[in-house]
Structure formats: structure tokens, C-alpha cells
């Protein structure tokens, strides 16, 4: 069978991506996946115990994009979290909530220097900002300074430096930036008007997704396996393809890493099933940041709402430097002028080749949360439409 258009990679750029061009723009489309199944890091499934569990991390869908949570509940009907996603830190034994907030603050400190410090943060950043750490450290009052330390000590420095191996200062400012101080009384981890999960789990939204007459999918197998590139071409299992060519993958690996591998921080996870009805007090995700080795310890049956299931699964997160071994996943790409210089050599290497098109947090080396993924993904595959109907 001859393919209008070929994606690779069945996350959820891929998913989106293909359903869009086989749906809207009427193409034929085949899906390539490496794994043996779809979804991409959100793949989920029941575990023996028949706990719905997320096998790489625990995955939240959040946006304000109305167009982008219409689309995807086409596919899914949805468990949106009623209070949105509340995630609590352990400091020491305590559980207090994340990220720092006027209710965290009331909690550290007694009540009249708790009021004291609320006014403070409210005249020098207004009520309901979102306050990076390193700009709130840079403040000149010296009781928002005391404020900043704490959070930098308590939440940020050593979760920071398990989960990246740096210090805070090393990193991105995008990255510090996403978990900010905030100047609120809202817990909520984000701010998203509609959060939750799909009610049936990723997997089948997926597997909804990819079931239109004019997708393919084929998994357990490598791109490089059917496709090659030839200078400002790219073939198909021998002959010339003229159709796109959507790749959501790592770039370095598609080009052999031939100017080094690019830097991830990848993730081990460790899961246990307990024979009790709680393991956290209610709590879905603990953050541990200031002990321990893991960063987190997730409670999925309170992620995703499931009820009726026998004792509790829960799973610890161990961020480690991915090297490209066999079964290591690159999660998070690590941002910095010398890596994105080695990520723009990779890129022109794809210059030429005007049907071949990047997506994604492997291919662009970027973060991105799933709703803006979504919604780039639904703009490529329009933007590909309308090139050939206008």
C-alpha cells in the first residue's frame, strides 16, 4: 500500500498528528512506533493487581486550550479532578503544599509573621502572581529573602539537583520557572482550568485516535527499518517517498549520533503493590525534596479515581543521566546553550529534506506539556492540508 503521509512515533504529537491528516485531510497515513504498544510515555494499562498504573510516570492532562480539550474528548470522556491537581512535599516529615503558596506560608510560620510576610509578597508582586524562585532570591527585603531561602533550601536546591543533576542557578530559567512561588491561596499544582485524566485510562484515547480507515499502524519496529535519507530525499522500503514525513523521535538517534549523543535526564521507576487501602493519606503525588533518593512516590489509584480495586499500587521515580543504553528512556531534555548548539547541528542535517518535518519533545529538544503538543501537532497537520489544497 502506498502512503500519503508516514508519522513516527504514536505519542501523543503522533496520534494527533496522524488522526488529523487521515481525518481532515482525507490521507493515508502510516503510524511507525518502536515500542510494542502506542501512547507514547503516557501509556497506561491495569497491573496484576488491576490497577490502572502509568508504566512511565504518572501523566496529568491540564490546559486552558478549549479547542485542544474539545478535540482530544472526541476520544475519551474524561475524570477531572473536582479541586484540580493538589501535590503536597514532604519536608522532614511534613507534608506541605506545592508549589509554595500563602497557605504554605501560613503553615511555616506563625500567624502574625505569616500575615507580615503575606502583605509584603502581595505589594512587591500583587495578589495571584507567579514568582520564579531566582527572582524572588533577588529581592532586596530582607524577610522576602528569609521567605526565598526557605523555598529554595526546602522545595527547590535538592529535589533540583536529584531530578537534573545541577544546581537551580545551572538550569534553564524555563524549567525553574514551571514550578513558580505563588502569591495565591490556590493549592492546585496547576492552574488550568480543566485538569484531570481520561476516564478510561491514555491507552484506549489513543487506540480511539488511530482507529480511522485511513491509518496504519505498525509497532515493534524501527524507522530506520523502512525509511532512508538520500541527500533531499527520503525512501520508503526502496523507492522514493514524495508524501510527509512527521518525525517525533530523538534526532540524534536518527542520524546515528555522528556529532555525539544528546544530553537527557531519563528516569527509573519502581513500583510496589501494597496490601493496604492507603499508602498516603489521600494524597496522589508526594514530593520528597529534601531526603531520600527518589523525587516522588505516586499513588495511582487516587490519579486516576479508579475505585473497587484491592490494596494500592504505588511507584518511586529515581532520575539518573541517560547514556543510551538498552531500555534507558530520554524524558527531559536538558536545555543549555552548548546542548541546543549540538541540536541545531542535528537539525540542518534535516534542512534539506522539505517533506520531512520535526515534532515533538525529542525531535524539537524541547519541553512541552501535552496540550501544547496537541495543539502543535493539530497546527503541522493543517498547515501540511492546506499546502496541497490551496
Known sequence: MMYDSIVIGAGIAGCTAARQLAEKGNRRVLV???????????YDKPDEFGILVHEYGPHIFHTDLEEVFCYLSRFTEWNLYENGHQVVANIEGRLIPIPFNLN????????????????????????????????LRENKDPQIQEIAQYVYENVFLKYTMKQWGQKPEEINPQVTGRVPVLISYDNRYFQD????????????????MLDHENITVRTEIHAKELLSFNGHEIWYEGEKFEGDVIYTGELDELFDC?????????????????????????????????????????????????????????VREYPFAYSGREG??????????ENEALYEKYKKLTAGIPNMHLLGRLAEYKYYNMDA??????KLADKLIQSVTV
Do not use: W
Open 258 to 314: 555522528q556529532y555525539g549523543r544528546l544530553p537527557y535526564r531519563s528516569l527509573r521507576f519502581d513500583f510496589e503493590h501494597l496490601d493496604q487501602e492507603d499508602f498516603q493519606d489521600g494524597h496522589s503525588v508526594v514530593n520528597y525534596t529534601v531526603s531520600e533518593e527518589f523525587t516522588r512516590i505516586t499513588e495511582f489509584k487516587y490519579l486516576t479515581g479508579q475505585k473497587g480495586a484491592k490494596g494500592t499500587t504505588i
Open 104 to 135: 504554605t506560608l501560613h503553615m511555616v510560620y506563625e500567624k502574625e509573621l505569616a500575615d507580615t510576610l503575606e502583605k509584603k509578597l502581595i505589594d512587591a508582586y500583587g495578589m495571584g502572581s507567579r514568582v520564579p524562585i531566582m527572582k
Open 373 to 378: 503538543m496537541a495543539a502543535k501537532a493539530l
Open 32 to 42: 511507525i512506533e518502536k515500542r510494542d504498544h502506542i501512547g507514547g510515555n503516557c
Open 193 to 208: 482550568r480543566y485538569q484531570g485524566v481520561p476516564l478510561n485510562g491514555f491507552t484506549p484515547m489513543f487506540e480511539r
Open 328 to 337: 534507558e528512556i530520554p524524558y527531559y531534555a536538558i536545555m543549555n546553550p
